[in-house]
C-alpha cells in the first residue's frame, strides 16, 4: 500500500458546483497534513493546512479523519479557476519529511 | 510568494555529462529541499540541508550530489546524467521542522537528458 494515496481523477465538475476529494494515509502516527495546488506546467503552491478540527478558508473545506486515516478536501461554489492538480501532503511517522501524494486532477467545465 | 529562484529553467543535455541545477532563495530559510516530480510518481525528495554544509540523502538520491556553501544557494548536481534523470525538478524551503512546515516551491527546472 502507498503511504499516501489519491485517485488521480480526472474530476470533471461544472462550474458552480461543489466537489470533494480525499486522500489516504497508511500510518495512523501522521502528525501534520497539508493541501497543495499545482497549475499545470506550475510549482506546488500551499493551498491550506489540515487541522484536526477541520479547518476552512473561503469556499475550501479540509477535514481529518483519523478513524479511517483520510483528509478531504471540499470545494463549493466551484470556479473554473479551481481548476489545478490538487495534492495531499502527509508526515508519514518515522520519516523526517513530509511525502507527497500523485495528485488529483480537477477540471471546472463551464 | 517566497523568494526562490531556481536556474536554469530548461536545459536539454547528452547522457553522461555533468550538469549542476542552481536554487536560490532570498527568504533566509534554514531548510533547503530538491524534489523531482514524473508522472505517476508524485514528487520524491532527492536531497536536503538543514544549514550550510549539512546536507542528507533523500528516497532519490543514487545519481545526484548537493552542496550547500552559502544559507541561500542549493545546489544538485548530476555527475554523469542518465536518461532516467529526464525530470522537472523543484528546489523548495521551509523555515520550521521539516516534519510539520509547509514547503515553498521555486518554479522547477525542466531538465532532458538525451
Known amino acids: 500500500r502507498k503511504e499516501v494515496e489519491q485517485d488521480p481523477g480526472p474530476f470533471n465538475v461544472p462550474e458552480g458546483a461543489t466537489v470533494a476529494f480525499n486522500c489516504t494515509y497508511s500510518n495512523s502516527a501522521s502528525q501534520s497534513f497539508f493541501w497543495y495546488r499545482q497549475d499545470c506546467r506550475k510549482e506546488p503552491k500551499l493551498l491550506m493546512s489540515?487541522?484536526?478540527s477541520g479547518n476552512e478558508d473561503g469556499r475550501f473545506t479540509a477535514q481529518l479523519n483519523r478513524a479511517s486515516q483520510y483528509i478531504s478536501l471540499l470545494i463549493r461554489d466551484s470556479k473554473l479557476s479551481d481548476s489545478a492538480t490538487y495534492l495531499c501532503?502527509?508526515?508519514?511517522?518515522?520519516?523526517?519529511?513530509?511525502?507527497f501524494g500523485t495528485g488529483t486532477r480537477l477540471t471546472i467545465i463551464p | 510568494d517566497a523568494g526562490i529562484t531556481q536556474s536554469p529553467r530548461h536545459k536539454v543535455t547528452e547522457t553522461g555529462t555533468p550538469v549542476t541545477l542552481r536554487c536560490h532563495q532570498t527568504?533566509?530559510?534554514?531548510?533547503m529541499y530538491w524534489y523531482r516530480q514524473d508522472p505517476g510518481h508524485g514528487l520524491r525528495l532527492i536531497h536536503y540541508s538543514y544549514g550550510v554544509k549539512d546536507t542528507d540523502k533523500g528516497e532519490v538520491s543514487d545519481g545526484y550530489s548537493v552542496s550547500r556553501s552559502k544559507t541561500e544557494d542549493f545546489l544538485l548536481t548530476l555527475e554523469s546524467a542518465t536518461s532516467s534523470q529526464t525530470s522537472v525538478y523543484f528546489c523548495?524551503?521551509?523555515?520550521?521542522?521539516?516534519?510539520?512546515?509547509?514547503?515553498?516551491f521555486g518554479n522547477g527546472t525542466r531538465l532532458t537528458v538525451t
Open positions: 523548495a524551503i521551509s523555515d520550521g521542522d521539516p516534519r510539520t512546515s509547509p514547503l515553498h
Open positions: 527568504e533566509n530559510h534554514r531548510y
Open positions: 489540515v487541522y484536526s
Open positions: 501532503v502527509v508526515n508519514i511517522f518515522g520519516n523526517e519529511k513530509l511525502t
